[in-house]
């Protein structure tokens, strides 16, 4: 039994190690699960997603639904920016970019202050063109 709990932990570390090095990227669970299988290490997709729970409820990971997207896509949370940020969609190529503008703080302030309606910022996201599609 210790065993597998070694394992266990070896494969958490190397699923949070492998989204730290995506710098903020999404991911799905599946595509982690063909990184490892590639990297000659499979995970079992069911030991993925229970990771990715546990990394999302202790805040080192974020899961988004993005429209378009089948399922959940997540995003390892860096130290610097912690707070969930407005998420910006391309609609040309399909990516997604996240916005750390300090003007954006005012943004749902204002909503709640003068129009009574309270903005979610884990599903804001704005549609438009990325610079790699204008």
């Not at 000659?40 to 993925?48: D, F, R, Y």
């Not at 988004?64 to 399922?71: F, N």
């Amino acid at each position: 039994m210790a065993r597998s709990k070694t394992y266990s932990t070896r494969q958490r570390e190397a699923i949070l190690a492998y989204l730290a090095s995506l710098g903020g990227q999404h991911i799905t669970a599946n595509q982690v699960a063909l990184y490892f299988e590639r990297a000659g290490s499979p995970i079992g997709l069911a030991t993925i997603y229970r990771h990715l729970d546990r990394f999302v409820q202790s805040g080192k990971v974020r899961k988004h639904h993005l429209d378009g997207a089948p399922g959940a896509c997540y995003q390892h949370i860096a130290g610097e920016h912690p707070h969930p940020q407005i998420q910006l969609k391309c609609e040309a190529c399909g990516a997604v970019l996240h916005l750390h503008c300090s003007m954006l703080e005012e943004i749902p302030a204002h909503v709640y202050q003068a129009h009574s309606f309270q903005i979610n910022p884990l599903k804001t996201v704005l549609y438009g063109k990325c610079p790699n599609c204008l």
